[in-house]
């Protein structure tokens, strides 16, 4: 008779996901993730299966979190449309300056993975594109909503603006890593934003 499971998987998987978003997928070691989870080497792979099932899971936990949350700033329809995307950067701001090591921020666990892995691992190549769609998706009706309610005036592409406010956040994420305070942060989001008017 298999013993029952003695620890919080939920913990687990979120303790392994801090690991490879500080550290990226490559430089964790099964010993970070056992140090990191509390788990043995055992009840990882009894668990996981493997080190990139284990990667496969917390990324996709990573994406369910962070996704989830920065998408309902986006769908709060009290709030104007460009009110939305300004606080969409908000977020991405506080969370840089707010989560950094040795000066630097953690960046983003998706942006880190596209530069790390997508071009040569397609499970993670997959969930970072279905990822992608679903913001470029939100972003692009926002963009739609705020030309309604006028406070978005540009006449450029819809489409086009949902990418350039995402290729904007993508690199204020690599920005921070490389050192950027909050006030360059600040500056990006600023005229990342001016492009909506």
């Known amino acids: 008779m298999a013993r029952p499971r003695m620890f919080d998987e939920e913990r687990a998987l979120d ?12 430089a964790t070691s099964t010993k970070d993730l056992c140090e990191a989870t509390g ?31 920065q998408l309902a ?15 969409l950067f908000a977020m ?21 993975t596209t530069v790390e892995l997508a071009a040569r691992d397609s499970r993670a190549a997959e969930l970072l594109e279905r990822d992608t769609a679903r913001r470029l998706a939100v972003l692009r009706a926002v963009i739609e909503e705020g030309r309604r309610d006028g406070s978005i005036t540009s006449r450029r592409d819809a489409g086009a603006l949902a990418r350039f406010i995402n290729a904007a956040i993508g ?19 600023e005229v990342t934003l001016d492009a909506l008017n």
Request: hydrophobic share 35%; glycine share 10%.
């Open 73 to 87: 700033v986006l769908e709060d329809t009290r709030r104007r449309a460009a009110d939305r995307i300004r606080d």
């Open 15 to 26: 303790a392994a996901m801090h690991t490879f978003w500080e550290k990226g997928y490559e």
């Open 92 to 112: 991405v701001v506080n969370g840089e300056t707010e989560h950094r090591a040795g000066g630097r921020g953690l960046g983003c666990l998706t942006v880190n």
């Open 39 to 69: 788990l043995g080497r055992s009840s990882i792979y009894n668990t996981f299966k493997s080190k990139h099932d284990l990667f496969e899971r917390a990324l996709a936990h990573y994406i369910d979190t962070m996704t989830t949350t």
């Open 171 to 189: 690199g204020m994420r690599i920005s921070s890593q490389g050192g950027a305070d909050r006030t360059a942060l600040e500056s990006i989001a």
